[in-house]
């Protein structure tokens, strides 16, 4: 089983920039692809974008496209979300989740807030 744990949320004024971190438990974290997912107040969670085991492929949802980068450090067992330029939409609580390949993602961070006032 893996733990997980954001931190990095916050407020931030449009254009601004945050980046979340994503804390893996347990020797197996490199197994594991990482999902970033948001939620806004009324809304269904969304995704955001992942990342494969070994870093080397990333997807986006196309709002997040060129702001956001997701990237990973195996040896840290933790996973990034660098946001930049962000805008007022980009408000939500933010998780993050693993999956091995193929499976759904069933393994969630408690979410952290971000908030981006214009």
């Known amino acids: 089983q893996v733990q997980l744990l954001e931190s990095g949320g916050g407020s931030v004024q449009a254009g601004g920039s945050l980046r979340l971190s994503c804390a893996g438990s347990g020797r197996t974290f490199s197994m594991y692809d990482i999902g970033w997912f948001r939620q806004a107040p009324g809304k269904e969670r969304e995704f955001v974008g992942d990342i494969r085991q070994t870093g080397r492929s990333t997807y986006y949802l196309d709002a997040v496209k060129g702001r956001f980068t997701i990237s990973r450090d195996n040896a840290k067992r933790t996973a990034y979300l660098q946001m930049n330029n962000l805008k007022p939409e980009d408000t939500a609580v933010y998780y993050c989740?693993?999956?091995?390949?193929?499976?759904?993602?069933?393994?969630w961070g408690q979410g952290t807030q971000v908030t981006v006032s214009s």
């Open positions: 989740a693993c999956r091995l390949r193929g499976l759904a993602y069933n393994y």
